[in-house]
């Protein structure tokens, strides 16, 4: 199975150690000459909007594992691009979506971090709390996004029940015209 930023590459980034992270700003890059490039800050951007924790760790893998960092902005492409392009559609579903998104990656992130195994006793207690308080978070904005999916799928039917109560005998009209023609 294969996640948008795996969790091998965080695991590693933990187990290496992540002190004095930082996020690369936009005066640190380059101009985009490539598609590659545009993609690129634009997952950055995003991330770091949207899950600064990951921009983080997305800045540390880029300095140290270059391979790794590749593989991961084209993972995080895939999950972004539909966030940065629904937006207009249903604004409400763009929100649950990006929520769902931010709920997942801090679940990820919080698991690496459990998995890397440095963390002190006391702490590894705190991170998992944290770490089932998270999965909770997720679980809860999965059932809230299905909710809001499943009230749009029925008052659609309904729209769709109300059109062809309103126009059946036009409806039949127009489908006896056709028969017998």
């Given at each position: 199975?294969?996640?948008?930023?795996?969790?091998?590459?965080?695991?590693?980034?933990?187990?290496?150690?992540?002190?004095?992270?930082?996020?690369?700003?936009?005066?640190?890059?380059?101009?985009?000459?490539?598609?590659?490039?545009?993609?690129?800050?634009?997952?950055?951007?995003?991330?770091?909007?949207?899950?600064?924790?990951?921009?983080?760790?997305?800045?540390?893998?880029?300095?140290?594992?270059?391979?790794?960092?590749?593989?991961?902005?084209?993972?995080?492409?895939?999950?972004?691009?539909?966030?940065?392009?629904?937006?207009?559609?249903?604004?409400?579903?763009?929100?649950?979506?990006?929520?769902?998104?931010q709920a997942r990656t801090r679940v990820d992130l919080l698991g690496a971090r459990l998995v890397s195994g440095k963390e002190k006793d006391k702490n590894r207690e705190q991170l998992e709390r944290q770490l089932r308080e998270a999965i909770a978070a997720e679980l809860d904005?999965?059932?809230?996004?299905?909710?809001?999916?499943?009230?749009?799928?029925?008052?659609?039917?309904?729209?769709?029940?109300?059109?062809?109560?309103?126009?059946?005998?036009?409806?039949?009209?127009?489908?006896?015209?056709?028969?017998?023609?």
């Open positions: 199975m294969q996640r948008f930023l795996t969790m091998a590459a965080v695991w590693l980034l933990f187990a290496v150690g992540h002190d004095g992270w930082s996020v690369a700003g936009a005066d640190d890059q380059p101009a985009a000459a490539t598609a590659e490039d545009d993609r690129e800050q634009r997952v950055v951007a995003f991330v770091a909007a949207h899950q600064p924790e990951l921009a983080k760790v997305l800045a540390h893998l880029e300095k140290r594992k270059p391979a790794e960092y590749a593989r991961a902005i084209e993972e995080l492409d895939r999950s972004v691009q539909p966030l940065t392009s629904g937006k207009a559609k249903d604004p409400r579903l763009h929100e649950l979506e990006l929520l769902a998104w904005i999965r059932a809230e996004k299905l909710a809001y999916r499943k009230q749009r799928s029925a008052a659609w039917y309904d729209r769709q029940i109300n059109r062809l109560s309103e126009k059946r005998d036009a409806l039949i009209d127009a489908r006896l015209k056709a028969l017998l023609e």
